[in-house]
């Protein structure tokens, strides 16, 4: 067997194969191998999906296995290509980074094929499997620090064809929440790699807190009908009921629709999830913690908007994002 | 001023004060001000109020700061004091245990005034706090990584007549679920340090996932019908709605009733709590990671039963607990 990373099933096999992603060992630590699932139903769309990016969002793993179960019948087309977990050490240790050299998966790609372990997987993933496919589903979660809607996230892409192409893929998965996300330049994207490609990426941004029964099957939905735009299975889409509402809406968020923590204590939540405000309508409270004759302070939605994240209860430093705002995107 | 553990406030004197709970420095790190609410109107219950036990339960504290802010107006005799935060080390860090020794201050009671630093937090609120009270709420939660819905929770006590005294003031929060807890003999709890005393200790396990705005206010107000219970405020008490049900009921949850990890792999949840279940029902699903040709395997519900706790979706070792069922209490 070869020492350098490679794929123990033939991605051309036609119908269904499974076997693994073998990421080469190095100086710190053993070879690893990654499942993949992958069905070939001849010509037409070739997607990859992929799960466990970061260790802490076990969503995308979770929705990858039930599509394992299910795609095999469905699957009318073209190829898909399923590798649930990509950093299989990030997600045992329930950490977004991977333990071993500390590192980011989502800022490590193209990744180095001699590099740390954590850069020899973007290498992997990037080598041997994003060339097999035109479309990428990577499948995130805001993690659970966060409350955010089920929502498909993507950053302003410089070419118009392929932010129009990517738009588009975002809103068929009909999710309560479709955003334009304006973001400070970050190196090493698996999202930066696929697009210079030219080719579609797609970071579905499965909600945050606790992951439950519901919220994944919201998900899996969602997945499906990503899967019928694309034309890779032939059923009915279908708007998934969130919170009792079944809508679909795009929003944008830029930098400036941050709101921080003025002052290091304990952030209160006084806001939910796609709730409109108003300018000056509550968002949080940010209680100082030191002493108790200290006056809280009030943290206030600056414009009317729309609240897309809000921090889970917890104690922050000053600076730290607790919210984030958004309107309806206007084209 | 003294270098052991004290007060800068006299919990005696009257109307409202604040101050502190100087926990005395040691060897592992600086003296910690754990500021302090007393407010005093005359003759009366005395009660004590803390949170932030374990450092990533942020509920109690946000709950103790929203007491402070209407309780002087609201509060008609007796005594409450209130802490917001007995352990600030472990919610500065947002993790269960003190990061200085490593130490779960729930298994230190009633610790020691030489010990380390979670020792001495222990020995400065059992010898300078418990004493000016006849009951105790300690103001928890489940934490991030359970779905739980907002409870009290009390261990059966070998006293028959505390007992019943504590399942009553239990009940009063009006809690969608009070639960009487069945579990492994765990030295050093809080819970054991004031029961030993004869007086009322309540654990409010307020809900877990991410903390938003929905379920504090839930807390809340079930905190607010205790304080009405006990005779402090005069309110009206009012059961709080929990997914758009007002229902409050009282479980027994015995050892037997943990459903474990069968092996290695993800833990899918497939049931929400407060779900009714019957023999041989899907509680949740296992999934091995190592291979897609491993079957996933089914977790089931063993005996008819209510699930008031499941475990947020991540990677489980074997024998982890993944759920806990549980049966309307027979009285």
Redesign the interface.
Do not use: D, K
């Given at each position: 067997m070869s020492n350098a990373s490679h794929l123990t099933l033939d991605l051309n096999a036609p119908c269904m194969s499974?076997g693994?992603l073998v990421v080469a060992k190095g100086a710190d630590c053993e070879a690893l191998?990654l499942?993949?699932?992958c069905l070939n139903k001849g010509e037409g769309p070739r997607l990859l999906i992929t799960g466990g990016n970061h260790?802490?969002e076990?969503?995308g793993?979770?929705v990858s296995?039930r599509l394992?179960e299910w795609l095999p019948e469905a699957q009318t087309c073209g190829r898909v290509i399923i590798v649930?977990?990509i950093n299989?050490l990030a997600?045992?240790?329930?950490t977004r980074n991977t333990p071993v050299d500390g590192k980011n998966l989502n800022r490590e790609f193209p990744g180095r094929a001699d590099g740390s372990v954590t850069e020899r997987i973007a290498d992997a993933v990037s080598r041997l499997l994003v060339p097999m496919a035109d479309t990428v589903f990577d499948l995130h979660s805001f993690g659970?620090?966060?409350?955010f809607p089920p929502s498909v996230v993507t950053h302003p892409i410089a070419n118009a064809a392929l932010m129009a192409k990517t738009v588009k893929m975002a809103e068929a998965f009909k999710f309560p929440m479709t955003l334009i996300w304006e973001h400070d330049d970050t190196p090493g994207m698996f999202d930066t790699f696929v697009h210079n490609q030219g080719k579609v990426f797609i970071c579905a941004e499965l909600g945050?807190?606790?992951?439950?029964?519901?919220v994944?099957s919201i998900y899996e939905a969602g997945v499906r009908n990503a899967l019928i735009a694309l034309g890779l299975i032939e059923e009915e889409a279908e708007c998934p009921t969130f919170r009792q509402r079944k809508s679909s809406q795009t929003f944008e968020t830029l930098l400036s629709d941050r709101l921080k923590s003025p002052a290091p204590g304990?952030f209160?939540?006084?806001?939910?999830v796609l709730d409109e405000v108003k300018p000056g309508d509550l968002i949080g409270v940010l209680?100082p913690?030191?002493?108790?004759?200290a006056g809280?302070i009030d943290i206030r939605a600056p414009a009317g908007s729309v609240v897309c994240a809000?921090k889970?209860?917890?104690?922050m430093e000053v600076d730290e994002a607790v919210a984030m705002l958004a309107r309806p995107l206007e084209r």
């Open positions: 499974t693994h191998s499942p993949v699932f260790g802490n076990l969503e793993p979770i296995r394992v649930p977990e299989p997600v045992q240790a329930w659970p620090q966060w409350e945050g807190g606790a992951v439950g029964s519901e994944l304990i209160e939540p006084r806001c939910s209680h913690m030191e002493s108790l004759s809280s809000v889970s209860a917890r104690y």
